[in-house]
């Protein structure tokens, strides 16, 4: 995923679903999410493993960290694609590699209790930093492709700031939970908007006749009674769509996080 703020107006890329406001309101919520996550991990559970092979959660919550600080500030966004830009041409590794290896280093001397602070206040930069962004930004095409499950597809910067980066700590907090079995936070005005704007995404990138039920107090139903029937948790829904497994029949069809 690359950030370069150049790039092209180009209507037919990829731009969010949800409205602006509804988009940053759950980006603000799920800065805060993620921090109340982190403030009640145990020295033992910041180094389990997660199902991102590479990290722990200790490095993870580095990452999440470092994405927010990124958009936080203009010089930090600039600092972080220039430096990812000469790592991945050096590596010869994709450009959201270099950019997340990048960010679990920077953060990765930090005492838990500062990243946890720094998350706190980095969050709320953040958020207020994605709504401000005007919108002849927003409206312009990537200047890189994005590579999503083995398909090169075109994404407005709208996409990418109103709705990749909330989904990335959203889904990374699953990660969290997941790993170390504190409680996953989940409501319908906040949970259930994400996962509804990710089954959205589901539906439209397969295009095939289907009956979901997701259950939990983010999950609902969607589809018709034809179609591949599919039954199962909202947070391992978006956990198969998000390629954190193999999967078969239409949840093979992966959606970006």
């Known amino acids: 995923m690359g950030t370069d703020l150049r790039g092209s107006t180009n209507r037919a890329a990829r731009r969010r679903a949800l409205d602006r406001d509804?988009?940053?309101?759950?980006?603000?919520?799920?800065?805060?999410?993620v921090v109340t996550v982190f403030e009640q991990l145990t020295p033992r559970q910041w180094a389990l493993p997660t199902d991102c092979a590479d990290w722990n959660v200790r490095a993870m919550a580095g990452h999440v960290l470092g994405m927010a600080q990124m958009v936080a500030t203009v010089p930090e966004l600039v600092r972080q694609?220039?430096?990812?830009?000469?790592?991945a041409k050096k590596s010869g590794a994709a450009t959201i590699d270099a950019l997340t290896a990048l960010q679990v280093v920077k953060n990765a001397d930090l005492p838990t209790a500062e990243l946890v602070?720094?998350?706190a206040a980095t969050g709320t930069k953040a958020a207020r930093r994605r709504r401000r962004i005007p919108a002849f930004v927003r409206d312009r095409q990537m200047p890189e492709l994005q590579d999503i499950?083995?398909?090169?597809?075109a994404w407005t910067f709208d996409f990418l700031f109103d709705v990749i980066l909330t989904r990335d700590p959203f889904l990374h907090r699953i990660d969290i939970c997941r790993a170390t079995g504190a409680p996953m936070e989940a409501t319908a005005a906040h949970e259930g908007v994400l996962v509804d704007d990710v089954v959205g995404e589901w539906a439209e990138r397969h295009g095939r006749p289907f009956s979901l039920e997701l259950s939990g107090p983010a999950g609902g139903t969607w589809g018709m009674p034809d179609g591949e029937r599919i039954a199962m948790d909202a947070f391992e829904f978006?956990?198969?769509?998000?390629?954190r497994?193999?999967?078969?029949?239409?949840?093979?069809?992966?959606?970006?996080f």
Request: proline share 4%.
């Open 22 to 33: 509804v988009a940053m309101t759950l980006a603000a919520t799920e800065y805060e999410r």
């Open 117 to 119: 602070r720094q998350m």
């Open 149 to 153: 499950d083995g398909h090169q597809e």
């Open 245 to 256: 497994r193999p999967m078969s029949g239409l949840l093979a069809q992966q959606v970006p």
């Open 238 to 243: 978006c956990r198969a769509v998000g390629g």
């Open 81 to 87: 694609q220039v430096a990812s830009a000469r790592a």
